[in-house]
């Protein structure tokens, strides 16, 4: 299968490959795209640098560890269709005049062009992703957290953003986190622990986005439990007898058809 046109395309076409299986052999990509192994070998070189794959003897993997977050690009890519359910029911949560927090996680960052419309409206955020979005848009005051920089996840964290955020009070905020087991949720690392933690004291209401993909896994750091948000949005992979449970436990569940034929 010939991918699209030029370097930059043929890279792409690679990753959307690459992500769904985890890894591959050089040998594979070469016959999946109708290239030469020297052409396979110069894309994930390039990938690599970029810090979205991993080479290893004979192939390449895009696989995260428990411990490492995974690329910005990696994440955003992951679950797409499911992350932009989400995000728009989330932001039929928002209503004009209010001050809310965007987190630094890549479902929220998909609120970030539709809620022009709420307009006016302060958006107070730690991530630079949702600061780029939202840059040149007007009746939307944005205030950034300021902080350490941390070019994987592409936002601000530590003592200065938590700091920032404690001088400041928001209706509502919009977070995610990594995984989700049983009703605790858990993320990788603990500096984006304590800065999530900060925002979640900044607020009147607190939402969740989390698609169903990150359910039943756990990571190193557990972050806060289900019943600390107002409502938790997942989407309809998440299966029947989970959200039983959870609702049973008393969390506020709200499921979204990700299914865009259904």
Do not use: W
């Amino acid at each position: 299968m010939k991918p699209s046109s030029g370097p930059d395309g043929r890279r792409k076409a690679l990753l959307d490959y690459l992500l769904p299986v985890g890894s591959a052999q050089v040998d594979e990509l070469a016959s999946h795209f109708g290239v030469s192994r020297m052409t396979v070998h110069r894309d994930l070189k390039v990938l690599e640098e970029q810090g979205i794959v991993r080479r290893v003897h004979g192939g390449v993997t895009v696989h995260s560890s428990s411990l490492v977050e995974s690329t910005i690009l990696y994440r955003s890519r992951l679950a797409d269709a499911e992350k932009e359910a989400i995000a728009r029911a989330a932001v039929e949560m928002v209503e004009p005049g209010q001050a809310i927090i965007l987190d630094d996680s890549t479902t929220v960052s998909r609120m970030a062009p539709l809620i022009v419309g709420c307009k006016p409206l302060t958006v107070i955020t730690n991530s630079l992703t949702v600061i780029d979005t939202l840059k040149e848009a007007h009746g939307i005051e944005t205030i950034s957290l300021g902080g350490h920089y941390n070019s994987r996840f592409n936002a601000f964290f530590g003592y200065l953003c938590e700091q920032s955020v404690s001088k400041l009070r928001a209706n509502t905020l919009f977070m995610s986190t990594s995984t989700i087991l049983g009703a605790i949720a858990y993320h990788q690392q603990e500096e984006v622990v304590k800065t999530k933690r900060a925002l979640m004291e900044a607020v009147d209401r607190r939402i969740l986005l989390v698609d169903s993909s990150k359910f039943g896994i756990t990571a190193l750091i557990r972050l806060a439990h289900l019943n600390e948000f107002d409502v938790v949005i997942t989407d309809s992979g998440l299966p029947e007898g989970d959200r039983d449970t959870l609702r049973k436990s008393g969390v506020s569940l709200r499921v979204v058809n990700s299914n865009p034929a259904g």
